[in-house]
């Protein structure tokens, strides 16, 4: 089984610049979910969506950040203009529902440097 | 007070040293609890599952006290390939959905 891809690796960019991130998840995966993690510190949770729709946003900062699964399998995460604060390691992950009973797979990340 | 709570060590022990860490959660709502392995510069990996009645993958043992919102993991002769850093892992139901709140992570080193 195929795991969890992400697109690219590493980036670096300067403030107020512009970046996507794109993520493919397991195969038949419903529901998909974005986390940040900064040096030192754990995942924590930016977006999650169930098929094409978002389960849960509270925590994304939607001055800047949007993400969006249109057509419920591929995800995108922009932010537009990024800050200093936002380097760190996006990381996507899928599970088979959203009851995370069994934990999440994720995918190996993007390592996100603003200069 | 953070959601979920863990030593971020690091703790450094000797080969083939026992070696337990300690988490603490606040939402008594929580319905699922894991712990997750992550190395340097990688991804996070599902270690194991952790259960009330307490489970035992291996070298390594999880045990749940639901009354005390505590989670524990226990690594006995601990390897070098052990050293990683440790998240605690809580799935808490909320509006949203159920979603995985992770710790900060206990770093292990284990040494010669």
């Known amino acids: 089984e195929a795991g969890v891809a992400q697109s690219p690796r590493y980036k670096i960019i300067e403030k107020r610049q512009s970046v996507a991130f794109w993520c493919n998840p397991i195969s038949g995966h419903a529901t998909l979910y974005w986390y940040q993690q900064i040096l030192g510190q754990g995942p924590k949770l930016l977006i999650q969506f169930q098929n094409n729709g978002v389960v849960d946003d509270s925590q994304l900062p939607k001055d800047r950040f949007s993400a969006e699964r249109l057509k419920g399998v591929d995800s995108t995460l922009k932010i537009q203009p990024a800050k200093l604060e936002d380097s760190a390691v996006y990381l996507c992950a899928s599970s088979t529902s959203d009851r995370g009973q069994h934990g999440y797979t994720f995918g190996s990340g993007t390592r996100l440097t603003v200069v | 007070r953070k959601e979920v709570e863990q030593d971020p060590g690091p703790f450094n022990v000797p080969e083939g040293a026992t070696v337990a860490f300690n988490c603490t959660y606040s939402n008594s709502a929580s319905q699922s609890f894991f712990w997750y392995r992550q190395d340097c510069r990688k991804e996070p990996k599902l270690l194991m599952s952790?259960?009330?009645s307490g489970n035992e993958d291996g070298r390594f043992t999880a045990q749940l006290n639901r009354a005390s919102q505590y989670i524990s993991l226990l690594i006995r002769d601990s390897k070098l390939s052990d050293s990683a850093t440790y998240l605690c892992v809580v799935n808490i139901l909320g509006g949203g959905g159920n979603k995985l709140t992770f710790g900060t992570g206990t770093q292990l080193k284990v040494e010669l």
């Open positions: 952790v259960y009330s």
